[in-house]
């Protein structure tokens, strides 16, 4: 297999990124990689994934994008890639193209990539933070499964990307041949000596013309690539996880160049609906919060909406309330560490976060009227929280009182809610407050949910009396 050059070399490296985004908010994120990193980029047709290119040396950067999930350095992509008719003869076809592929330069910005990681991950491991991890455990469950219901569209999937080991069955075969090792320079031991590289192959395939599974080609390909490189296959502890994204004809060969998503950053107390970080992102910047604007998220629950907000938009006042006590305490936790991982970061004290926490009723804020800049929230879904019958009060309630607070003619609400029926009935008994503008279609945990840009009219709202 091709050696790969120390990462100090090659400092005008090209990399092609891709990278998987929220699905509906692909041009959201494009717009994030060209403002921040002045590359164009292109949407796929496999929704929820955008491609751009970047030197090398652009890597930190690119892993502070906001949008974005998982990363991976494309190694070759084809677009109308034409598959075999029978099993065996698509197969073979791509154990052939392993030999074909351009590696050199992307395991080198995977080994560049693992150079800028390295000192994190000893950090991670020396501090275990148990008790933050028992919490993650419960309440990940759901977001995992809505990870792999993402991923999975239409078709089956080898494993998804955290790692979930196949059934017993699948599993000797994805041994035999789907994990993955390389010669690479950066790979040695302690005494000098080449180490072998651990992989795995992961596949996503998604359209129903093809005649192989996803797991046969994760074999199959992984097999390919384990002659190649000589690489020793491991689908757990594994040092290089290379990507096999199929979409109809469209093929994409990739390598890992994130171990866990992004959109973790933010949140160490997990509650039962923690909305992804890349995800609540997305629902800020499409209100466009400008400098002093006061920004509010009545339903905050472990307060991911508020805290992307304070982290990306400091020259803004970010309010965030919830009416269960528990919720609260989980997003002023998320705060505090949010708070400890700034101290960490600078040696001088750090300057804190403008954002404040308050329990209250969502019906009845202790706001006053036209307060408020923008509104940006997650709706009860009506499924894990609340009920969709409860929601025909709670909707039309909520939308009231947040057009009561919300400043006329200038003021805008950005709302996340999979009971679009019951959300479309409340917006037209109210359509003398709120404009609909934009509507963002979402897939949060395998459901089809929308976000709804709102404009508040220069309608005046009824008054309050008293709160007291």
Known sequence: GPGVAPAGEDAELAAVIGATVPTGFELMAAEEVQEKLGSASRISRDRGKIYFEVPARGLPQV????SVDNLFVVVQEFKDYQFKETKEDALKDLED??????????????ELN??????????KKHNPQSTVRKE????????????????KKEEDCAQDTAGVEPADDAKDELQAG??????TGDSRTNDGEAKVLKFRVTCNRAGDKHSFTSNEAARDFGGAVQEHFQWKADMTNFDVEVLLNIHNNEVVVGIALTEESLHRRNITHFGPTTLRSTLAYGMLRLCDPQPTDIIIDPMCGTGAIPIEGATEWPSCYHIAGDNNPQAVKRAANNICSLLKKNENKESSASPGIPLDIIQWDICNLPLRTGSVDIIVSDMPFGKRIGSKK?????????????????TPG????????????CFAKALSRLGHIWRRGQTVWVNVG?????????RRTWERAEEKRSFW
Request: charged fraction near 35%.
């Open 97 to 110: 193209l392993v030999k074909k592929l351009p590696w050199t330069d992307p395991l080198k910005v995977w």
């Open 63 to 66: 892993h502070r994008l906001r």
């Open 114 to 123: 693992n150079s800028l990681k390295k000192k994190k991950t000893k950090r």
């Open 390 to 406: 409860k929601n025909w009060d709670l909707y039309p309630a909520c939308l009231t009182e947040m057009g009561r607070i919300c």
């Open 178 to 183: 789907a994990g993955t090792e390389t010669k």
């Open 446 to 454: 395998g459901l089809h949910a929308a976000v709804y840009l709102l």
């Open 410 to 421: 200038t003021g805008r609400a950005v709302l996340l809610t999979q009971d679009k029926k």
């Open 136 to 151: 993650k455990l419960n309440s990940d469950t759901e977001e995992k499964e809505a990870d792999q219901k993402d991923a």
